[in-house]
Each structure stands twice: as C-alpha cells, then as structure tokens.
C-alpha cells in the first residue's frame, strides 16, 4: 500500500487556468506539508498543516491555497497559474509531537510534475 | 536562520569507489540531522538520521556522525554501486520547528 500518494503525477496546463493536486496518507500522520521543487531540485517548504490545521505558511503567493479536509488529506489549489509555478510538488506527511526535531522522518510522495505554458 | 549548506554536484564515481558528500549547518540549539536520497522519478526517501551529538546514522552501507564542533553531517560510504546512483539531501530540523529545512542536494552518478 503507498503511504503518501499524490495525484495527478504529471500536470500541464496554461497560464491563467487553476489546477489542484491531491494528497492522501494512510500512516496515521498528524502533520502533512507541501515542499516544492525547482529545476535545480531545490527543496522548499511552502505548507504544512497539523490535524487540519495550518501551522507554517511559508511567503508563498496567495494564488496558492491548501486544503485539509481531515487529517489524512491535503490538497493544493492554484490560481492563476504563471510560468514560475512550473516545478515539482510534493506532498509528505510526519508524526507529530516532537515531531522532525524528534527525529520522526518524512514520508514523502511521489511528486506532481506541474508545467505551465 | 537555519540552513544547510552541501558540497557541489555533481558527483561522478566509479563503482567500488569512496563516497564522501559534505554537508555542514547553521542552526539554534541542537537540531535534528537527516540525509535523505531522491532516485529518479520518486519522492525523498529517509536514508539515515541522527538526534544527537556524536550519533552515527546508517543504513545500506551509508553512514553519517552527528559532529556539534564542527557543526557537520558528512555522508560515507565505503564502495559504491551502480545503484546509489542518485541525489542525496542533507535536512535539518530544530526544535519547535516541524519542518526539515533542505540542502540544494547533490547529484550522485556511478559508473560501472
């Protein structure tokens, strides 16, 4: 069974559309985040949110906009797509707690390739 | 604010060779230290980790020391294989933080 799974793997679209990306994890995880990475496979931390909750956002543009219905979901909404969101997303999940610091690991998806032409 | 810096990719070896990736940090008080590797087309996978002073990490051969005078997380391993072909992160998380801040990573290619 995958524990993180993003969907779609791959997404194209146009400048202006709005997209979303889904995230699901089955670990039990209390926290789940949104990293994302560029072409030079910088990783980045944009979200991350703990039983729904949001708790870090980083200075991400306001086009962007997650969703965390329950604890085992976060989606990732874009409006207004521009050619710079164009990257890799991906969604991770963490026990919480001490949490990372503790040592507890990401669990991570597989990624969502976005382009934007 | 915290960071990680790690040496520049990419990295190209011979199978059976040494393996050294460099990665020092900057943080507050007594961070977590994780390496993490990305095979092509895949998300992050934890590799090893430390919590503390002087903890060694390993796993599949990899190993890392958590060294707080040097404020390092170097990653080793003894003989590479084709298959560690790869890239490889070195994270950081600090207390309260809830989050791993990455290095750039760095690119790994063995060739047979």
């Known amino acids: 069974d995958t524990a993180v799974s993003q969907t779609p793997k791959y997404l194209v679209t146009q400048m202006g559309n709005d997209k979303s990306i889904k995230c699901e994890q089955n670990l039990g995880h209390d926290t789940m985040y949104w990293y994302k990475q560029d072409s030079k496979k910088f990783l980045k931390i944009m979200f991350s949110y703990n039983n729904k909750e949001l708790i870090i956002n980083e200075t991400v543009p306001n086009r962007f906009s997650p969703k965390s219905p329950d604890k085992a979901h976060l989606n990732l909404h874009i409006n207004s797509l521009e050619l710079g969101d164009s990257a890799v997303y991906f969604c991770?999940?963490?026990?919480?707690?001490?949490?990372?610091?503790?040592?507890?690991?990401?669990?991570f998806g597989n990624g969502t390739r976005l382009t934007v032409t | 604010g915290n960071s990680v810096t790690q040496m520049e990719g990419p990295v190209t070896l011979s199978e059976e060779a040494f393996l050294t990736i460099n990665c020092t940090y900057t943080?507050?008080?007594?961070?977590?230290l994780f390496w993490y590797v990305q095979y092509p087309g895949e998300g992050l996978q934890l590799l090893l980790k430390a919590t503390k002073a002087d903890d060694k990490g390993s796993n599949k051969g990899f190993e890392a020391t958590y060294r707080k005078e040097t404020t390092s997380f170097h990653l080793e391993k003894g003989s590479v294989q084709v298959s560690d072909s790869a890239v490889y992160f070195c994270a950081l998380s600090s207390q309260g933080a809830q989050k791993l801040v990455f290095g750039q990573g760095t690119r790994l290619t063995i060739n047979p």
């Open positions: 943080a507050t008080g007594y961070p977590s």
């Open positions: 991770a999940s963490s026990r919480s707690g001490t949490g990372t610091w503790g040592g507890s690991p990401l669990h």
